[in-house]
């Protein structure tokens, strides 16, 4: 537990109140808002990365311990120190490891509940680890009523992609077409994006498909490396 507070105390002096407030706005956290009652602290990823590093020994109970945090920092410091582990893991070949760091995150899912929180984590632990797996759950959290499930779903597909592994995107941003969330729809627009970036004939197929029932922000991050005449005619349509 003392790691824990060692943590905390690491954070706090690398708090800023000015930055603080700014973050407060970008991420929502006022009522009815999506990031609703999230406390920040004002503090910088990489020194979050830092901290991460230095405490990648930390269990899974006590990361467990951090991630319930009500301040948005030190939720993802935890997830840093987990993604760290996983790397670990990874290197190490240590499958049982990853397993565990898998299991752990999916359980705790409730508290991965902000975007970045997702983003920084979902490639890693999820997508990387269901590379040679059955992938029925990223199916299950892209049906899921909780709007973090549903971008972990989609995220998570960052790391099959990277490993030209395509198809899930595919499925599960056509599950997540009519999303009324505008979060959702970045995200899939950005994996969309991505998907180009290594097979343009798949991008565009799904486009010709979809597009006209895409809603517009899913839409202009899908199109978004498009030269300025074809990505005009994509929104024209």
Known sequence: MNQIINIKKELRSKANSAKAKILQGFFKTGKGQYGEGDIFLGIIVPEQRKIAKKYIDLDLKQIQELLKSKIHEERLTSLLILVTKYKKAEKLKDEKQKQEIFKFYLENTKTINNWDLVDLSAPTIVGNYLLNKDKKILYK?????????????????????????????????????????????????????????????????????????????????????????????????
Do not use: C
């Not at 599960?172 to 505008?182: F, G, S, T």
């Open 141 to 237: 959290l892209a049906n899921s009523d909780n709007l973090w499930e549903k971008r972990i779903a989609i995220v998570s597909t960052f790391g099959l992609i990277k490993n030209n592994q395509l198809e899930e995107t595919i499925k599960i941003a056509e599950i997540l077409l009519k999303d009324k969330h505008d979060l959702i729809h970045k995200a899939v627009g950005w994996a969309l994006r991505e998907i180009g970036k290594r097979d343009l004939k798949e991008l565009e197929e799904f486009l010709n498909t979809h597009h006209k029932n895409m809603p517009r922000t899913m839409l202009r991050y899908a199109i978004e490396k498009f030269d300025d005449d074809k990505r005009k005619r994509y929104l024209e349509k």
